[in-house]
């Protein structure tokens, strides 16, 4: 039996895409998206948690992707969750879980850290939202692509 293995976001990049030939012609593209939630908690104070969603883009798209994407932008990306494991230099059994993008749609005006709730720009206020640090990976313990 198969299953189903299918992941939508629409979050901004943390930083400008990271783009490499590798292999026999090959394009990679990796960035951080971030998504953030909002409620209320039971004494009705506002609440936020933003998650970090690490992307891989392979072939055309990747280099599209390297070329237009940068920090800020708003982004909607489709694709599956895939989990990689290796070893790293000091022997350790090391995991990541990424999403292996199959479309990603740029939203939002190049070079544009902010849109509103339609997706359309609006002139003046600046509703970019910090999402606190990007977080760090040691790329020496990855997997080279």
């Not at 990747?62 to 800020?72: P, R």
């Not at 005006?109 to 760090?136: I, K, L, T, V």
Request: aromatic letters at 8%; a neutral charge.
């Amino acid at each position: 039996m198969s299953g189903v293995n299918k992941v939508i976001i629409v979050g901004r990049l943390g930083s400008d895409p990271e783009t490499k030939t590798i292999g026999q012609g090959s394009t990679v593209s990796q960035f951080n998206v971030a998504t953030s939630e909002n409620w209320m908690d039971k004494q009705g104070q506002k609440q936020e948690r933003t998650e970090w969603h690490r992307i891989v883009v392979w072939g055309k798209l990747a280099e599209i992707c390297g070329k237009h994407l940068s920090k800020g932008r708003q982004v909607y990306i489709e694709g599956r969750l895939q989990t990689r494991n290796w070893e790293d230099k000091q022997g350790q059994k090391r995991y990541t879980t990424e999403i292996v993008a199959n479309t990603v749609q740029f939203l939002g005006a190049a070079g544009e850290r902010s849109a509103s709730n339609n997706g359309g720009s609006q002139g003046g206020g600046n509703d970019y939202q910090d999402f606190g640090p990007e977080p760090s990976f040691d790329s020496s313990d990855e997997i080279p692509f």
